[in-house]
Each structure stands twice: as structure tokens, then as C-alpha cells.
């Protein structure tokens, strides 16, 4: 007989599927890389760049949580999870975002949200979401600031100027006026509260063939690689259907009502980030409720509650808010929620 | 026959891996230098052996006793010399050892006297329970619980449906696939005898769709009396709650028997060993059993029990290589063994050689709820996972820890490689110890001489009862006791051990 360690019981069952947290991070980078070029395609390189810096922050502040925390460091930091935080808090910037606004974003997400609730597996809330409304609410002018959409100007900055954007600030560019517009929902957002009907608004060079110009094609892109990731059984598909449907469902509602004044339900999906929280956000095993009943409750709440905050708050998107608040309830759902065992007989 | 299916929930498709084993012709495993009979080869209590060393024992002789209702005898697989009555390591995920009797085979094979019966329904029902109980019948499928306790509880109430489950669900696994092919007839006859002792309404002998040859060599030999069906391939449909629900729809009520629902299920190879026990009266002292996997040739053999698992590994060509891992039952829920010296026993089905077990290691739990959807018994897993951690027993039974099959589904698809199943184990064995240790030390002592007297006076009268009338022959009281003394001692020594290998582990 070979030497086998005496000591270590090997439990049933030995086999296991080809899966690891590796593997699902890896195909949701994949599914998210479609997405990712487009929008640096429509908004210019600056989508890169903040993307890069923020895996690159992401990765240094995970690999000294961990020394600190005193875990393995090779088996946690190449999980792909920091990753994974870094560029959907990246897809959340605008591609104009000064540098340090990324660091402090990044470091809140990974050392607060992250590691002070006990890394990965434990934290409350979606790391991701958390670092965007972190600067969003200490940076405010920052995040709204957008680059204009590719077929909108000519006038497009180049890598240079984007650099010198993203590292000294915008005030260090004289153009950089021309160069930036709101996004099509802030826009939106002004003008309804200026008196106009959606109808004027949507004549608007920001609007393109079925929702805003650019973001609906890399809204489509998002969805693509959701269905993709749904393909891969790496996300349930209750999660984004009940999500869109309930989106849906309350746009249609109020589009019925006066839609001079609330957006089509097209509109509203393909708009803001509500495709990318779709399959990439809302689908966060972790932070989601963990019961099946308890995850449709979960992403229902958030489609509400990104629908109220949209409409009738100051901020143009809601989805961020949606889901921190939705994750501060999931202990809640998740008691309720506890599903019927094999067998056993429900009492009252 | 059409029959409408209630699919189980969970479960999951794994690669089966039946092609490596079920085509070929099942070999007769020679005789081996000594033969090592476990006391203990079923849930319950151990036998008490009736021999001492140096008596010679024919094939088919009781060699050990039942004790109590819940145990069955134990046989000599083959004729020879009785070597030694001692601690040997046995089929044990712990590697512990335990009281065991060894022949040395004397090589002819020569039968002790048997009393075949012809007609098994000129036997009263009741009788047919105590012939299948001195036979050493007990489940085959797995767990080895003594046969005749669930026949009896079938002629005590009405049964409606019999069940006889030949799926085989694990991975690798084809003993039942060859037994069916080889012997059908002791099957369908098997069937029809256990209906007639338990007097069932409606009997069902169901297989998985990937035994097509199984099948057609059932449905050869049947008529209309007994329900073929075919089910889909999933895991773990042979389970027994799982296949309850697929073939009727109700689900066995948590902490509830089939029994109360009208159900009785007995394993295919439970059902042939019970014939042959009635019709040719030969005693349970062999089986079929797999060798897959990493072996030069992976096959079915049937094997005497108490013939040590590496002499089967060699029959099949193995090689010991470095990495290799030792399998007694299936890959999902088989026990690892770090040696290969054990006997095989009444519930040993498959001998697994792999190198591919699950190596990597644990991560937190990411709550992503796979586990969940796979549990066909619709369990939190990852839940009971958390509250085990935190030794939240209180929480764990709220969570029905007690109805986990440990069919290892959650652990097969978890991401993080939570070895989830080891928790629960751990969990479970942890609250029994506590309860034990609740009901009260005084208590716990007065039973303890209660039961001591009680032993004593059982033996006392058995001996008595064997030497008036027993061609087993001189028979040494002293042996006896010391044999009592010395179980007694080794369960208290495999209790303390238990807790130790416990602490190793964390
Ligand atoms: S499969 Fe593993 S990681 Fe996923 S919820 Fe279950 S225990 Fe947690
Ligand atoms: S081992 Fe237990 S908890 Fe896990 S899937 Fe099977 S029954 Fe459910």
C-alpha cells in the first residue's frame, strides 16, 4: 500500500462537478468582455482605462486584506472575485472618472464592503454597489459627467485628453465642456422637470432607435452574455426574469397612465444600468437571498424599488440603492422563506 | 405497463461509468487464504460467535448467533478451520477494527447440511420471516438493515404496494445490473415470494432506463402480477424515499416509514438472497460485487463474504499506484478506505479504485444555492452547512438535519468545495452522542446492570438450549462470556476512538 495520510477522512462523495468559484468568476469576465467593448466603442477608451485601474486597485487591496487577514493568499486573490467587483464597479463610472475617485471607490468596496463583513462568502452587501454609492455620494459632480456617445459629435477626445482627464481632473482641459453631456437619463430627468413631454424629450440626439443612443446596443450586449451565463447554468434564470418582469410590469403601468411624463417600458430597460444589474448585479449569489422563494422576493424589491428611485427621487438611476437596500433585507427574507422539506407537513 | 412518474426533486445527472463493468460475464472469485467474518454486518446488534478457535466449520454454518430482534446470524462462507476469533479491521471509514471470526479454507467447499424447501407458499408467512432471518438476510442495496424486521412489519399491517428497487443509481456500480442479467429467475421468483409473506396488493420492480439487457431478461420471465418500469436515469433515485415518490407521487412524511404509508421496498439482490435462502436453503455467504475503476480489468465477481477486498482488487487486475484511491460502494456515497485488508461484507456492492476524487480545497460558501436545487429532499444545505459550522444544533434540527439522505448531491455541484456531507455526518453523530449523555448518568447505569443480568441470563439459556440439542457440539461457556466481555469492550473502545479521529479531523 502507497502511504496515504492516516489521519485526513475522506468523506463521500469523491466526486465533484467540474466547478469552482474560479470557474463561475472566470464566465462571468467573459460574458461581461462583449459589453465592455462596446461601450469603450461608443465612449471612447476612457471605458478601458477605468477598467484597468480598477482590477489593478482591486487586486493590490484584496491581496493586502488577505496578508492582513492572514489568509492563503494564491487560493483567495485568483478566485476571480475582486476581479469581477472591480469591472462592474468600473461599468458603473463614467469613463471620465479622475483616478483617485476610482482608488477610494475600489478600496471601499474591497476593504470595507469586502473584507470588514469577512471577504468573500460573508459580505452583506454587493462590494461592487456599495464602492459606487460610496463616490457617488462623496463625489457627486464627478459621476454624472458623461463623455458624448459616439454619432452624436464629432468631436471626440482623444486618449491624450482622456488621460489628462482621468489623472489631473476635468478643469485641466478647456474643451472639456464640449466634450461631455449628461447621461440620457439625467438628461431625461432635467427635462421633465423643466415641463417637457417625453414625446420633445425623446426627439433628443441622446435617444437612439429604441432607448438611449449607445447604451441601448450595449444594454443588448449585457443581455447577450446573460443569456450566455444562463446557458452555462452559471446564474438562474428566475433571478433576471422575475427582475425584467416586474421593471416591466410597473413602467407599463405608469406609461399607461400619462405617457407624456413616464418612460415606455423599453425605454426604462434599455436605459441606465438596469441590464447590466440584470444578469451581472442582481445575480451576486452572495449577497441575494439564498432560498428559492426568497430570491424572487429579492429581485422583485429591487425592480420596485429602482423604479421609485428613478422616477420620483433626485437621482437618474436607481439600481445601486435598490440593491444595497434589498441586501440589508435578505436575513430577513431568507428566515420567511425557508423552503417546505421533502416530506414534512406544513403546519397553520 | 404504463404507469404515470412523479419526478423527485433535485438530483442530478452524473456520468455513469456502467460500461466499464456491466458487459462482462460475472467471475467466480477463487478461495482465498483466509476468509475474515465480521460480527457485525448489519444494523444492529453483533452477532455472538458460537465456535472457538481451532473447531472446523462446514459452508453454510452458523458460526455466530443472532442477538435480539434486530440482528441476524452469521454463516461460514466456506468449509475450514476457525483461526482465530479476534479485532480485525473491517469496512469502516474510521479504519477501525472490530470482532471478527477467520477461517483458513480447507479448500473442498464442502456444504454443511441444508433444507431446501420447494414450494415457498406452503410456508406460513410468519415462518418464511424466521427461515429469511436465519439465512442472514439482510438489505443489499446499502445499509444492511436486517430483512426479516421489515417483512414482519409487513404482515403486521396491510400492505398496499410492494416495491422492488433494482435502480442503481451510483456511478460504477453494475452488481445488480449482472445479477439480474445472470439470474432473473431468482429475482421475479424472489418477488413474488415476498409478496405472498407480506400478502402486498400491487408489487413494482423498477430499474433505470441504462439497463435495457436487465430489463428484457425481467420481462421474459414476468407476467401481468408484477409492474416492470423503467425510469429515467437521475441520482439518487434509488434512494428510498425518492423512489417511493417517483412511482407513487406521496412522499414518505419526514421521520415517518414507508410502512405506514402501505409500502414495503426491499433491494432486487435482498429479494434473490431470500429466495435461494427458501428454495435451495443456502444461507447468505456470497455476493456480487463490482471492481471498477482504475483496475486493468474492471468486472462483477461474485464473491464469498469475509474474502478480503484486495484479493478481489486482484482478481480484476490491480495495480497499486501512487494518488490511487480506495472506494468501498459507489463514488457518491461510498466510504474512502485507506487499506485494503477489510473483508467484503453483506453490504459491500462495489470496489472503487480512483485516482480523480475530490481534492481541492474548501472555500467559503458563496451562497449561490446550487446545493439547494439539487437536494431531493428540497433541504437548505447550505443553511444546515452555516449552523453546523457554528454547532447551532438547536438551528439544525429546525432545518431537518436529521433528513438528510447524505446522498452528497450539494457537495458534488458546490463551487466553494464544501465537503457539506462530512458536516452534516459530524452534525449528526455529535447530537445522538449529546443525547445520549443527557438522559441522565443514574439512568443510564441502572440500565447498564439491567442489561448486563439480562445478557447473562439470554446466554445462560442459549447454551443450554445448544448443548441439549446441537450438532455444533461442545460449546465453552467461558468463551462466550469472555466473547461478551470483549464486545462490550470494543464498542466502548470504538465509542472513545470515534471521538478521537472526531478531533483529528478539525
Ligand atoms: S453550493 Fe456551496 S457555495 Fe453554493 S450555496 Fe451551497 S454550500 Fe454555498
Ligand atoms: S446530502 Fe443531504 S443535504 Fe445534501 S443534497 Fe443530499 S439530502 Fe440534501
Known amino acids: 500500500m502507497m502511504t496515504r495520510n492516516e489521519t485526513v477522512i475522506i468523506s463521500s462523495p469523491h466526486l465533484h462537478a467540474v466547478t469552482s468559484i474560479n470557474h463561475v468568476m472566470t464566465r462571468v469576465i467573459y460574458a461581461l468582455i462583449p459589453g465592455i467593448l462596446l461601450s469603450a466603442w461608443f465612449f471612447g477608451s476612457g471605458v478601458l482605462i477605468q477598467s484597468l485601474l480598477a482590477v489593478l486597485f482591486a487586486l493590490c487591496a484584496e491581496a493586502l486584506m488577505l496578508y492582513l487577514r492572514e489568509k492563503p493568499l494564491r487560493l483567495f486573490l485568483f478566485d476571480g472575485s475582486a476581479v469581477v467587483t472591480a469591472l462592474l464597479f468600473a461599468l458603473c463610472l463614467s469613463p471620465y472618472t479622475p483616478v483617485w475617485v476610482n482608488f477610494t471607490g475600489i478600496c471601499f468596496a474591497i476593504i470595507v464592503a469586502k473584507h470588514l463583513y469577512g471577504g468573500i462568502g460573508y459580505n452583506m452587501f454587493n462590494p461592487a454597489m456599495a464602492g459606487y454609492v460610496f463616490v457617488l455620494l462623496c463625489f457627486p459632480v464627478n459621476m454624472t459627467t458623461w463623455p458624448l456617445p459616439a454619432g452624436i459629435t464629432d468631436q471626440q477626445a482623444t486618449l491624450l485628453q482622456i488621460l489628462s482627464i482621468i489623472f489631473t481632473g476635468p478643469s485641466s482641459l478647456e474643451n472639456f465642456d464640449s466634450l461631455s453631456g449628461a447621461t440620457t437619463l439625467g438628461w431625461t430627468k432635467s427635462q421633465l422637470s423643466g415641463m417637457f413631454m417625453i414625446t420633445e424629450i425623446r426627439n433628443s440626439p441622446l435617444f437612439g432607435s429604441f432607448a438611449g443612443k449607445g447604451t441601448e446596443w450595449i444594454a443588448v450586449a449585457w443581455l447577450c452574455g446573460g443569456i450566455w451565463l444562463l446557458i452555462q447554468r452559471i446564474i438562474k434564470w428566475e433571478m433576471p426574469v422575475f427582475f425584467i418582469g416586474t421593471v416591466f410590469l410597473i413602467s407599463l403601468l405608469f406609461y399607461w397612465y400619462d405617457s407624456s411624463i413616464y418612460l415606455s417600458p423599453v425605454l426604462t430597460l434599455f436605459t441606465g444600468g438596469i441590464m447590466l444589474a440584470t444578469f451581472f448585479i442582481i445575480t451576486d449569489p452572495v449577497t441575494a437571498s439564498a432560498t428559492p422563494r426568497g430570491r424572487i422576493i429579492y429581485v422583485i424589491g429591487i425592480g420596485l424599488l429602482t423604479y421609485i428611485i428613478r422616477t420620483w427621487s433626485a437621482y437618474p438611476d436607481g439600481v445601486a440603492f435598490a440593491v444595497l437596500l434589498m441586501n440589508a433585507v435578505v436575513p430577513l427574507v431568507d428566515n420567511y422563506t425557508r423552503p417546505r422539506v421533502f416530506g414534512e407537513i406544513k403546519h397553520g | 405497463m404504463n404507469r404515470e412518474l412523479y419526478p423527485f426533486p433535485g438530483g442530478l445527472q452524473i456520468p455513469p461509468h456502467k460500461e466499464l463493468s456491466n458487459a462482462k460475464t460475472s467471475l467466480i472469485t477463487p478461495l482465498p487464504d483466509s476468509i475474515i467474518l465480521p460480527l457485525q454486518q448489519h444494523i444492529g446488534t453483533p452477532a455472538v460467535p458460537l465456535v472457538k478457535t481451532g473447531d472446523k466449520v462446514l459452508k453454510g454454518q452458523i458460526i455466530a448467533r443472532a442477538d435480539g430482534y434486530v440482528s441476524v446470524p452469521v454463516h461460514a462462507s466456506t468449509s475450514g478451520k476457525i483461526i482465530d476469533i479476534g479485532n480485525y479491521t473491517v469496512p469502516d471509514p474510521l479504519g477501525l477494527k472490530a470482532p471478527c471470526i477467520v477461517i483458513e479454507p480447507d479448500g473442498d467447499d464442502v456444504w454443511f447440511e441444508i433444507k431446501p424447501t420447494h414450494d415457498y407458499a406452503s410456508i406460513d408467512p410468519k415462518d418464511l420471516q424466521d427461515v429469511i432471518r436465519e439465512a442472514g438476510i439482510v438489505g443489499l442495496g446499502g445499509a444492511g438493515f436486517p430483512a426479516h424486521v421489515k417483512l414482519r412489519e409487513g404482515t403486521e ?135 471498477s475503476g482504475e483496475v486493468n480489468d474492471p468486472r462483477n465477481l461474485q464473491v464469498l463474504l469475509g474474502t478480503p477486498v484486495k484479493h478481489c482488487a486482484d482478481q480484476c487486475g490491480y495495480e497499486d499506484k501512487e494518488g490511487q484511491a480506495i472506494i468501498l460502494g459507489g463514488p457518491m456515497m461510498g466510504m474512502y478506505v485507506n487499506n485494503m485488508h477489510m473483508p467484503v461484507i453483506k453490504t459491500t456492492n462495489c470496489v472503487l479504485v480512483t485516482s480523480t476524487y475530490n481534492k481541492s480545497p474548501e472555500m467559503p460558501c458563496i451562497r449561490c444555492g446550487q446545493c439547494v436545487d439539487v437536494c431531493p429532499e428540497k433541504l437548505l444545505p447550505q443553511q444546515l452547512f452555516w449552523h453546523a459550522h457554528a454547532k447551532n444544533y438547536d438551528r439544525l434540527r429546525e432545518y431537518h438535519l436529521f433528513d438528510c439522505i447524505e446522498c452528497g448531491c450539494c457537495s458534488f455541484v458546490c463551487p466553494s468545495n464544501i465537503r457539506l456531507v462530512q458536516y452534516y455526518r459530524k452534525a449528526k453523530r455529535q447530537i445522538t452522542q449529546d443525547e445520549q449523555t443527557r438522559s441522565g448518568a443514574d439512568h443510564a447505569r441502572e440500565r447498564f446492570i439491567a442489561r448486563n443480568a439480562r445478557l447473562a441470563r439470554e446466554e445462560q439459556t442459549q447454551n443450554n438450549e445448544l448443548l441439549a440439542g446441537s450438532d455444533i457440539g461442545e460449546l465453552d461457556k467461558q468463551a462466550f462470556i469472555q466473547a461478551a466481555v470483549e464486545r462490550t469492550r470494543a464498542k466502548r473502545a470504538q465509542l472513545g476512538k470515534q471521538e478521537n479521529s472526531d478531533d483529528d479531523q478539525e
Open chain 2, 157 to 291: 399491517s396491510a400492505v398496499d404496494t410492494l416495491i422492488i428497487n433494482a435502480v442503481e443509481c451510483e456511478p460504477f456500480i453494475s452488481c445488480d445490473d449482472r445479477l439480474i442479467r445472470e439470474k432473473p429467475g431468482y429475482i421475479v421468483n424472489g418477488t413474488r415470494m415476498i409478496r405472498h409473506a407480506i400478502q402486498a396488493k400491487y408489487c413494482v420492480i423498477a430499474l433505470e432506463a441504462d439497463m435495457p439487457e436487465a430489463y428484457a431478461a425481467l420481462k421474459e420471465l414476468i407476467d401481468d402480477d408484477i409492474d416492470l418500469i423503467q425510469l429515467p436515469v437521475k441520482y439518487p433515485q434509488g434512494g428510498e424515499r425518492q423512489l417511493i415518490k417517483v412511482l407513487t407521487g406521496m412522499e414518505v412524511p419526514s421521520g415517518g416509514l414507508p410502512i405506514h404509508m402501505g409500502i414495503v421496498m426491499h433491494n432486487a439482490a435482498t429479494a434473490a438472497a431470500a429466495y435461494r435462502a427458501v428454495i435451495r436453503g443456502e444461507p447468505l455467504i456470497s455476493r456480487y460485487v463490482t471492481v
